[in-house]
């Protein structure tokens, strides 16, 4: 793959990921919570999000390693991009917390 397309494809997936814990009730969107009746708390959501983040990198990672050396990375790196993913899980967190909900 070329490194264009695993940029963006790193880029479609990140903000995929970023959403997911805010826009389901499932965790993961595949298993059912039944401990918790209405919906998921919040601390369970970040939880996914710190989850996503991690499998997120591993993905990076191995497409990096696909194209040639991977080069390491310090804690600047990590603090960067985890920043950068609670910016882009922004929408959702606003879809489920800040909109104002019509009755």
């Given at each position: 793959m070329a490194s264009s397309a695993s940029s963006w494809l790193i880029v479609v997936l990140a903000v995929l990921a970023a959403n997911l814990p805010f826009l389901n009730e499932r965790c993961f969107a595949l298993f059912a919570l039944r401990r918790f009746s209405f919906s998921k708390p919040f601390w369970v959501r970040l939880l996914e999000l710190l989850a996503l983040y991690s499998a997120l990198g591993f993905v990076g990672f191995t497409?990096?390693?696909?194209?040639g050396n991977r080069f390491q990375q310090g804690w600047e790196f990590y603090a960067i991009t985890a920043c950068l993913f609670v910016v882009l899980a922004f929408p959702g967190f606003v879809f489920r917390y800040l909109k104002r909900r019509h009755a």
């Open positions: 497409l990096e390693s696909g194209m």
